[in-house]
Antibody, heavy 118, light 108 residues
Framework: QVQLQESGPGLAKPSETLSLTCNVSGGSIRNYYWSWVRQPPGKGLEWIGYIHYSGYTSYNPSLKSRVTISIDSSKSLFSLNLTSVTAADTAVYYC????????????WGQGTLVTVSS | DIQMTQSPSTLSASVGDRVTITCRASQTISSWLAWYQQKPGKAPKLLIYRASSLESGVPSRFSGSGSGTEFTLTISSLQPDDFATYYCQQYNSYSPFTFGPGTKVDIK
């Protein structure tokens, strides 16, 4: 059974960089598209971007200037960096798997709350 | 970007009711639509993909239909475990993936 687990600091300071990692277990990281999706408290879902195991990335244009997603296939993990964070970036961050380049998400991590506050 | 809307935003229903949620896209997305169920404090769970394909393990009381810009999720007989928030998501190839605002199904 594929499992995804997010990890990283639960608190980030304004203007700093938010960094999260997603560990993938129970299945191959190859041949899938690995996404980050976030959800502000009490609000809806926003796709941040994805990475393929080949290193190909696609980002939401609304966040593109601040987002970098990277992958370490040897360790079955991928990571999110979001720079210059503000309170508006406070959210539960999920990692998720997509079976194709233009795709739905069939496996999700449990999510991790990141609060941006000084 | 393709904007997604859902109606209603909240739906009150009883166990055994037939429930229908509508999702509309701001432009045609063919059948590139998924539905998710989310319970408080949990990650979304995939129910339906490609508008009408049932994800493995999802009860058959869930069904999806539609194409183009209008889609529906139907729960044929609402069960206690189905009280949750439901989101649609489009994955058209020429747009970032976007989600609808959600429909909360609560107990009448």
């Amino acid at each position: 059974q594929v499992q995804l687990q997010e990890s990283g600091p639960g608190l980030a300071k304004p203007s700093e960089t938010l960094s999260l990692t997603c560990n993938v277990s129970g299945g191959s990281i190859r041949n899938y598209y690995w996404s980050w999706v976030r959800q502000p408290p009490g609000k809806g879902l926003e796709w941040i971007g994805y990475i393929h195991y080949s290193g190909y990335t696609s980002y939401n244009p609304s966040l593109k200037s601040r987002v970098t997603i990277s992958i370490d296939s040897s360790k079955s993990l991928f990571s999110l960096n979001l720079t210059s964070v503000t309170a508006a970036d406070t959210a539960v961050y999920y990692c998720a798997r997509g079976p194709a380049q233009h795709t739905f998400f069939d496996y999700w991590g449990q999510g991790t709350l990141v609060t941006v506050s000084s | 970007d393709i904007q997604m809307t859902q109606s209603p935003s909240t739906l009150s229903a009883s166990v055994g009711d037939r429930v229908t949620i509508t999702c509309r896209a701001s432009q045609t997305i063919s059948s590139w639509l998924a539905w998710y169920q989310q319970k408080p404090g949990k990650a979304p769970k995939l129910l339906i993909y490609r508008a009408s394909s049932l994800e493995s393990g999802v009860p058959s009381r869930f069904s999806g239909s539609g194409s183009g810009t209008e889609f529906t999720l139907t729960i044929s007989s609402l069960q206690p475990d189905d009280f949750a928030t439901y989101y649609c998501q489009q994955y058209n190839s020429y747009s970032p993936f976007t989600f609808g605002p959600g429909t909360k199904v609560d107990i009448k």
